[in-house]
């Protein structure tokens, strides 16, 4: 009997010393608790009777470019963080937020989708490869589940409604959605690259879960900015692809192309600032 108490004894001594060990192992020489434990800052209400003018546009936002690289990497988990794709798609397959149908134009956040039916986006999700049988040495085909290609996500599309505020006398904006977009060659031997729309998430439902997620601060790493901080704040650069209009919400390259296409976008920008600027006098 005493043996066995000294045997327990011995088993939960040496588990919580590894306990220990473990609690102990800090990569870096702090633990971060803000950012995990941040919710997101409320935004103040919008009263429709203050509301003087309002446009909606969409946004495209290229990932591969140096302004925008931080929403891409890293492209994997590293040290606990992720780029944006992989927290959103991390947070659908939670059930944490909705994803809804890409391919609808009337009403992005009008018909919802699953996180397989999300895969289902990227193609096959599945791939067979040869093994070789330990028992018999004869080879054999095995199906494996392929990962997602996370580094295929290289642009992003954002819809956003500005307006005037008259009881602020402020030129306002406010993101209304996300949606992911996969840019991919169908045939490695042809030059020409895809673009697909993958899914739309709505903004205001995924603020709780981007403003616990940290985006590293290349310049100072103590002082490093949520997801949520980084749209709020505007840390991206992007172009007009769409304004709503009355002819179907039509996009700019339904009706321009090449330079003309750049000159549009360029004029729907303007636009937005030269509504505020024409309500001053000098």
Same mark, same amino acid.
């Given at each position: 009997m005493k043996k066995i108490v000294l045997i327990l004894a011995i088993v939960l001594i040496g588990a919580t010393s590894q306990n220990l060990l473990k609690a102990q192992v800090i990569d870096g020489a702090y633990v971060k608790k803000t950012t995990v434990d941040r919710k997101p800052a409320p935004l103040s209400i919008i009263r429709e009777a203050d509301v003087l003018w309002s446009? =909606?546009?969409? $946004?495209?936002?290229?990932? $591969?470019?140096k302004s925008n690289q931080h929403l891409y990497y890293p492209v994997r988990d590293m040290q606990g963080r992720n780029n944006? !794709?992989? =927290?959103? +798609?991390?947070? %659908?397959?939670?059930?944490? %937020? =909705? @994803?809804?149908?890409?391919? $609808?134009?009337?009403?992005? !956040? *009008?018909?919802p989708i699953t996180f397989n039916q999300v895969k289902q986006q990227f193609g096959d999700s599945v791939r067979v490869i040869k093994v070789t049988d330990i028992n018999t040495g004869n080879d054999r085909d095995s199906i494996v589940q392929s990962e997602l290609p996370v580094a295929d996500v290289k642009q992003i599309e954002i819809k956003e409604v500005w307006y005037f505020d008259k009881q602020k006398s402020t030129l306002q904006v406010r993101i209304l959605g996300i949606c992911p977009i996969r840019v991919y060659k169908k045939d490695p031997k042809d030059s020409t690259f895809v673009r697909k729309r993958l899914f739309w998430v709505y903004y205001p439902e995924i603020r709780p879960l981007l403003a616990k997620r940290e985006n590293m601060n290349d310049m100072n790493e103590a002082r490093s900015l949520s997801f949520d901080d980084? !749209?709020? @704040?505007?840390?991206?650069?992007? /172009?007009?692809?769409?304004?709503?209009? +009355? /002819? *179907?919400? $039509?996009? %700019?390259?339904? /009706?321009a192309t090449g330079e003309y296409a750049f000159k549009e976008s360029e004029r729907i920008k303007n636009s937005i600032f030269d509504f505020e600027q024409d309500l001053w006098e000098y």
């Open positions: 446009k =909606t546009v969409w $946004r495209i936002v290229d990932l $591969r470019e944006l !794709f992989n =927290t959103l +798609i991390k947070g %659908i397959e939670d059930k944490r %937020i =909705t @994803a809804f149908d890409a391919s $609808r134009t009337d009403n992005e !956040f *009008n018909e980084i !749209f709020l @704040a505007r840390k991206f650069d992007g /172009y007009i692809v769409k304004e709503e209009n +009355i /002819y *179907n919400n $039509r996009s %700019i390259e339904e /009706y």
